[in-house]
């Protein structure tokens, strides 16, 4: 059965902190893994990642992808309230034809605190 | 542009009951994901449309249907609704079949009673 886990479930900062989130995965069929962050109701686009090693960055917000041990990581610096959110990793697997589908982890709920 | 429009936002029904849920994609997307958000399981995928054509198809019930319309709108349904349906229920356009940089609406949240 895929499986998609993050760690940690959630997690309380403070404002300035760096933090990393962490996603691990056994799926067949990889094709790809995307990070998004869920505030209210709609999840958000952050990253997607395809390749192991190469670091993708979005202002404070940075992730990579290792496909050898199976996992990826969130960084995000320089931590402010608005980071505050549900951050979701996904992995999208290969389907019949060109079809895929996202497999999702729990999530890792975190509170950045003034 | 607009975003994925879901209708309608709330939803409260009752054991037994159907509910058909709407979702419009971003103008241009031709592939609609829906996926069922509850706290216990988290988002957990529920089928893929495309070109009004079934994709893919996650393991959920025969009580859980969608159809895709040429507009590429699409609707989903859920017949002989049970207490455990309570969910948030996200649907995620994309441009193409796969749902690479999928766009997420702001869901509907159904409640059954």
């Known amino acids: 059965e895929d499986k998609v886990v993050q760690s940690p479930l959630s997690l309380v900062v403070h404002e300035g902190d760096t933090v990393t989130l962490n996603c691990s995965y056994e799926v067949t069929n990889f094709r790809s893994l995307l990070w998004y962050k869920q505030e209210k109701k709609a999840p958000t686009f952050l990253f997607m990642l395809t390749s192991s090693g190469i670091e993708k960055k979005s202002g404070r917000l940075s992730s990579i992808l290792d496909k050898k041990e199976l996992f990826s990581i969130l960084n995000i610096t320089a931590t402010q309230t608005g980071d505050s959110a549900i951050y979701l990793c996904a992995v999208e697997l290969r389907g019949t034809g060109t079809a895929s589908k996202l497999t999702f982890g729990t999530g890792t709920r975190l509170q950045v605190t003034l | 542009k607009a975003g994925v429009t879901q209708t309608p936002r709330y939803l409260i029904k009752t054991r037994g009951q159907q509910v058909t849920l709407s979702c419009s994609p971003i103008s241009g997307h031709r592939s609609v994901s829906w996926y069922q958000q509850t706290p216990g399981q988290g988002l957990q995928f529920l089928f893929e449309y495309f070109s009004e054509t079934q994709r893919n198809k996650g393991n959920f019930p025969g009580r859980f249907s969608g159809r895709q319309f040429s507009n590429s709108r699409s609707e989903m349904n859920v017949s002989t609704l049970e207490l455990g349906d309570s969910a948030l229920y996200l649907c995620?356009?994309?441009?193409?079949?796969?749902?690479?940089?999928?766009?997420f609406g702001q869901g509907t949240r159904l409640t059954v009673v």
């Open positions: 995620a356009s994309s441009l193409r079949l796969g749902t690479t940089e999928a766009f």
